[in-house]
């Protein structure tokens, strides 16, 4: 039996950009917690997120890890030193980043799901500290020479990683493109007469999700369309997207939904709208084509990499109106017999089976 530790005290997804990257922790350890061939514990903090199961043996960390930068800082890098007792075969990284200080005894694997920061550094550099940007870039290139193999979420991103490592002379370990899952496919997807008249874009203050430059979109969409649907932003809003959506007609913004009414809020909408411009997997768009809700989504992203394969309407190229008001088209003409097929066939794709024999492949080769 295999001894897996998961190093969770760096997630706290109360307060987290990355919440994806807790959903997909579930997933994996909800899939592995059940598998004899393995015994998992889990390292955490007071306030980091815990995979609560009897099986599951807990190593807590008595500080939180979300308040002050300093605690985060020292808890990511020392943590090593403060469980030397514990020796797992391996030691498993979903968020990617390992330590400056210390690499941890056992096989080292990191989930790498993008090279975001760096794209930041390049594009938006004034959202964030020289500091901040420097440290966490830095612990991005030790991660990746302290790991002995890296999991990422799409060939996208594994590309990303390799221009990251090559941009900066670092030695690469084997990348393995393990595609994500979600426990969404568990959810029943919407019939014909669930959906509502609505499109949903699932908001964000993070630049990269762009999010302004769709709603500026939109706006030009309601000036030479004479029906356009009503547009539901749910999630966190600039000041700037607030002051413009509230200047606009048939815009509604839902900051706070409990999980049950974000699924059903998805699940009747007529059509999702992902304008990312870069993400590692992009998971809302499988999740969306699981309860039967079709995307528009941007060319040339991981995205586009994940749906194309199954799926035939709403792809545009970023901050073009044709291109956009043309696969909007797209999306709402599909018939709910097309889009439960693209759904079917994502689930076969993307299934948390799937994820799983491609992730025990690894885990039990090494």
């Keep these: 039996m295999k001894k897996i530790a998961f190093y969770l005290a760096d997630q706290n997804p109360h307060r987290d950009r990355s919440l994806g990257i807790t959903t997909i922790t579930k997933t994996l350890m909800g899939s592995l917690v059940g598998m004899p061939a393995y015994s998992l514990s889990q390292i955490v903090s007071e306030s ?14 008595p500080w939180r890890t979300d308040g002050g ?13 403060f469980l030397s007792g514990l020796k797992p075969d ?4 979903p968020k990617g980043y390992i330590s400056y200080v210390s690499k941890p005894k056992g096989v080292v694997v990191s989930i790498m799901h993008d090279t975001l920061l760096q794209h930041y550094a390049d594009h938006y550099p004034e959202t964030r500290s020289r500091l901040d940007l420097a440290y966490w870039l830095g612990l991005m290139k030790a991660s990746i020479r302290r790991s002995d193999h890296i999991l990422t979420v799409s060939q996208n991103a594994k590309q990303q990683i390799l221009s990251f490592a090559d941009r900066y002379s670092i030695a690469v370990p084997e990348i393995h493109v393990t595609y994500e899952a979600s426990d969404f496919e568990d959810l029943s997807p919407a019939s014909q007469t669930d959906k509502g008249d609505y499109v949903l874009h699932l908001a964000s203050d993070q630049p990269h999700k762009c999010t302004l430059q769709f709603l500026q979109l939109w706006q030009q969409l309601q000036t030479v369309e004479s029906e356009v649907p009503p547009l539901y932003m749910v999630g966190n809003f600039t000041s700037g997207v607030t002051q413009m959506a509230h200047a606009m007609k048939g815009v509604t913004l839902k900051s706070r939904l409990s999980n049950a009414e ?6 009747k909408a007529r059509a999702l709208i992902f304008p990312s411009e870069m993400e590692g997997f992009g998971l809302p768009a499988i999740e969306a084509y699981f309860l039967n809700t079709p995307v528009c989504y941007v060319a040339n992203t991981a995205v586009a990499e994940i749906l194309s394969h199954d799926v035939r309407a709403g792809q545009y190229e970023l901050n073009n109106f044709d291109s956009f008001s043309q696969a909007l088209k797209e999306v709402l003409s599909l018939s709910h017999a097309s889009i439960d097929e693209s759904r079917l066939r994502l ?20």
Excluded: G
């Design 69 to 81: 930068k300093a605690s985060r800082i020292l808890t990511d890098n020392l943590h090593p030193l």
């Design 347 to 366: 689930l076969d794709r993307y299934s948390k089976k799937k994820y799983l024999e491609s992730v025990n492949s690894l885990l039990s080769a090494i």
């Design 48 to 61: 980091s997120f815990q995979f609560e199961h009897q099986d599951v043996n807990r190593h807590a960390l």
């Design 262 to 267: 974000f699924v059903d809020t998805i699940r």
């Design 90 to 93: 391996i030691w498993l990284y």
